[in-house]
């Protein structure tokens, strides 16, 4: 296991053996600062508070993750042309970057941004001092940095932990009709705080190979979200990048739709030239080019989301 020094952040690797408590004082071999550490589980061990509170908890069904186990799946580029297109739809939209690559504040065009992590550092100041405006009407982000990977060092697996975000924009949802959080391709800190917050993912699937595989992996963890700590929780799938240009793109796209019918959102977005020209400008495709496949589509996803709140009980649960 890494613990870190709360003062001057070394970082110390311990054999998991070193200790059975899950959480015990440490001294600083570096600094001599007195500190409490952590002791890191994997998902499977935590153990998720019972489902009173959730079932006290009132529904954020306008809480949306963006998640996937598998990488480059297009996860950040759904958030934020997703929330684009909602916010052109008159809904006022909230951006939560829970990514320490930071991958959606850049694609806005901002850096160096308070995040997240030095809103739960500055007790007692409200949420809303973190969040900014963005260039486009109607929609907020609350922004990641280089801090965030602070998060999951220090409370992974700590009581609790996966309560934070959630307890955080309970003071602020009711300012917005939707919340997207963007979420990194591992189930960590992150990944179970977005989904203890909401009540909807999006999981977005490229049309390749391996991605039957990062939405099965998903799909388990929601069903182990919905049994411990959230039993609102639903999910639909977005097939993401589709080529319809190739033979294998098609084959996989209708491979996947037939083993997961009934769980899949109409809207296809496809591969788009433009797409990744506007993210050289972080543009959404949509401001960049109105001609836009994808951003079109993303403009219908953003129609079917506003249509359609009920999303379907993941089949794995
Ligand atoms: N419809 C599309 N057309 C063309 N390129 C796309 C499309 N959607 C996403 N991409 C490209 O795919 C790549 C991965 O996208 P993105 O960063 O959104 O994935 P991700 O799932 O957030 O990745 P990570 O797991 O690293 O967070 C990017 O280079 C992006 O430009
Ligand atoms: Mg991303």
Known sequence: MIIVCQKCKTRFHLDDEATDKPSFVARCTVCGHLFSAYKPKRVQEIAFIDLERARRDEANDHVITIGNRKGGVAKTTTCFNLGVSLALNNKKV???????QANLTLSLGLKQQPTFYDAQKAFGRPLDDFITATPYPNL???PSGRNMVMLNKLYFGAQHFEYMLKDRLNGIKDQFDFILIDTPPAIEFYTLNALTASNRVVIPCQCDYLSTHGVDQVLRLIALIRKRSNPQIRSRILFTMLDRNSHSSRLIFS???DLYAGETFDTVVEMDGALKEAQILSMPAIHYNQQSVAGAQYLGLA???IANPHDPIPSSS
């Open 94 to 100: 909230l951006l939560v970057d829970f990514d320490a």
């Open 303 to 305: 129609k079917e989301i």
């Open 255 to 257: 491979k996947i739709k």
């Open 140 to 142: 907020w982000l609350l």
